[in-house]
């Protein structure tokens, strides 16, 4: 089996998609000609055409508007929106139109529409490109959101979103795109929206995360069995709408302490969304209070100062420590 | 002097409008016929059509102009006629009002109010029945206020036209005419960031703010005549928050329901209750509620089902119940 990074699952699920299905269709700023800023659609233009895989104009709500067009029409598009920073034009139309529909039709129309989106810092962008606003997404009924953070899962929830009769936003971690690889079967094959998965097994702590946090997670849970402190489960979400509400009481169940990870600014995130599910689902394993670790409240920063913005391992440490002591 | 809640809107605007000149109004409609909701009836005849204009139907205009406004000197309290119409002028909001004193480093302000009337029970429907606080209620740099009394009206949009940053401040369209209450004549201001006990009690502690305010209040009377001793408080600003007013109440009752008429998941009711479960956790004898809106993508039209939608002073009493005899 093959070994890939997330870029290039990303680009060869694409490939396939077009390949097996002549209404899909694949746009946005920059995808055609130039393959991408992140090269997700390299080469797709050259060996599908350009009716099928297109340059649009810097025109966000154009390109959402649009997809709702054709994908009501009968086609399958999958929009590239270029950075999620530059989502905010495009909110309108995917909020209250793609993921509208549906219910305002009583099911007779539906968007079959996928907006792909590269989030999250780390990579020393300038202002406006290191955005992470699942939390708007989520809370925006009619949409479903999806975040992989490793290969395999890009590709196979890439392929579901797709498959699936209703807008979908996949938004993809930028700082992830490169960061490893892992065999990536090239026969298709879906992750079912609305799963979490647990990375790593661990027995005395859950650290509930997603995204570009998934790595830092998984390297400070590293770290703290190497030295033999603590055992910490890592849950990758995966899907944030529908959100696995199941797989989130049974890790906090198992190990009755957690904390919830996420990059975005911690007032108003979903790790609040997370914290008062673990108190539906699993208030009475609790053996200690659920802590956040996020963005502070403060616009992202220039980059010279975005390692002091992003949560990282010793924050997160210095977390799981305090929530073992209570 | 008792006035509706419509009525001390537009009472307060005629009075800071005489107090201070910098003070423009503009939006849809507002002018020539005083606004949908009759907001700002009267009030273009006194001030003239330099100071209270009506402009073209595009959201993101109205606000971007706005921000321009504010930089160089006036006092923008610009109008969107529903809040469900916000969206188009949500990167306007998210990406340059709220971000202009920290991309300036301080140099720039944005003395912005944008009123927004939201909410259903009016047989709006869809587009014009919706709640929109979670979404904002997200971003560093913004403000939020949802007074839920004529009095909180007047002190809280005075407060928010004296800010030197951008405010969203946010009328519930039912409150308007069926909420009365006693209005000082003379100016005051109601600090942003200060929750309100709005009825004390020993049971169960109900936290809620804008409309739901007052259907928490109705619900805590019934309750109090089986003996429930329910305390209500009202959050009046959600962004900045009252965190200590929430802990307090919590740790007093150590029963919580939160309440909103917004969908559930990914709303504002999800960081009330997160706040509490991290840190109050062990002053709880029961998990915290939350009763919400349903997760569906609009409101109803049929009177049926968008009874059905909201948050009623009966289902309040059901859950406070509930949690009482937990």
């Given amino acids: 089996m093959p070994e890939r990074n997330m870029i290039q699952a990303i680009n060869v699920t694409l490939d396939q998609l077009l390949a097996e299905d002549a209404r899909v269709m694949v746009f946005g700023e920059d995808v055609g000609k130039n393959g ?21 104009p810097l025109a966000e709500s154009g390109i959402i508007g649009m997809a709702i067009g054709m994908a009501v029409g009968g086609l399958l598009p999958i929009a590239e929106i270029q950075f999620m920073g530059f989502l905010y034009p495009g909110l309108d139309q995917l909020m209250s139109h793609a993921g509208r529909l549906s219910a305002r039709s009583q099911g007779q129309v539906k968007v079959p529409l996928v907006v792909r989106v590269p989030f999250g810092g780390g990579i020393r962008a300038p202002e406006q490109h290191a955005d992470s606003i699942e939390a708007l997404l989520v ?56 799963t979490a998965r647990v990375a790593r097994p661990g027995s005395d702590l859950t650290v509930i995360t997603w995204g570009n946090m998934v790595a830092v997670a998984l390297d400070a849970a590293e770290a703290l069995a190497a030295a033999g402190e603590v055992s910490v489960e890592v849950l990758d979400l995966r899907s944030l709408y529908p959100l696995d509400r199941e797989a989130i009481g049974a890790a906090v169940s198992k190990t009755g302490r957690a904390v919830v990870l996420h990059e975005a600014p911690m007032t108003g995130g979903l790790g609040g969304e997370v914290v008062a599910a673990i108190q539906e689902v699993a208030f009475w394993s609790l053996q200690a209070p659920v802590e956040r670790v996020a963005g502070p409240d403060v616009p992202y920063p220039p980059y010279a100062w975005e390692d002091f913005y992003l949560p990282n391992r010793a924050r997160l440490t210095q977390a799981i420590r305090r929530t073992l002591k209570d | 002097m008792a006035m509706t809640y419509l009525e001390a809107v537009r009472e307060t605007l005629r009075q800071e409008m005489r107090r201070d000149s910098r003070i423009i109004i503009y939006g849809e409609d507002v002018g020539v016929r005083g606004g949908v909701f009759r907001a700002t009836e009267g009030l273009q005849a006194e001030f003239g059509e330099d100071r209270v204009m009506d402009s073209p139907l595009a959201e993101s205009a109205i606000v971007g102009t706005a921000i321009g406004a504010a930089i160089n000197g006036l006092r923008p309290v610009p109008e969107i006629q529903f809040a469900d119409f916000i969206f188009p002028a949500v990167n306007q909001i998210i990406q340059e009002a709220a971000r202009i004193r920290y991309r300036s480093n301080g140099t720039f302000g944005v003395p912005l109010v944008i009123r927004a009337p939201y909410g259903g029970g009016i047989h709006g429907a869809l587009y014009h029945s919706q709640s929109i606080e979670a ?49 000082p004549d003379e100016r005051y201001l109601i600090p942003l960031g200060e929750a309100d006990v709005k009825r004390t009690g020993t049971d169960v502690s109900i936290i809620s703010w804008g409309m739901t305010v007052n259907s928490s209040l109705k619900a ?16 009046r600003t959600i962004r900045p928050l009252d965190t200590e007013a929430i802990l307090a109440t919590a740790k007093k009752t150590g029963k919580v329901l939160v309440v909103h008429e917004d969908n559930l998941t990914g709303g504002f009711g999800g960081e009330v209750s997160a706040l509490i479960a991290e840190h109050a956790l062990f002053d709880l004898d029961a998990p915290i509620r939350r009763l919400a809106g349903p997760d569906v993508p609009a409101m109803p039209y049929a009177p049926s089902l968008e009874h059905a939608f909201l948050v009623t002073p009966e289902k309040i009493e059901a859950a406070a119940k509930e949690l009482a005899l937990f």
């Fill in chain 2, 135 to 183: 979404f904002f209620a997200h971003v560093p740099g913004l403000k939020v206020v949802m007074p839920a009394t004529p009095y909180d009206v007047k002190g809280l949009l005075a407060s928010s036209i004296e800010d030197e940053d951008p405010v969203l401040f946010l009328e519930h369209k039912g409150a308007y005419r069926s909420i009365r209450g006693e209005v």
């Fill in chain 2, 220 to 235: 805590a009377e019934a309750l109090a005549k089986q003996n429930i001793s329910v305390e209500v408080l009202d959050l």
């Fill in chain 1, 36 to 56: 991408g800023v992140f090269r997700a659609t390299e080469h797709l233009q050259d060996r599908h055409g350009e009716p099928r895989v297109f340059d649009t």
């Fill in chain 1, 139 to 194: 809370h925006a009924p009619g949409l479903k959101v999806v975040v992989p953070s490793t290969p395999y899962d890009a590709k196979g929830l890439l392929t579901a979103a797709v498959d699936d009769p209703d807008p979908v936003v996949v938004m993809e971690p930028i700082r992830l795109y490169r960061l490893g690889r892992q065999e990536v079967p090239d026969e298709r094959y879906t992750v079912p929206i609305g």
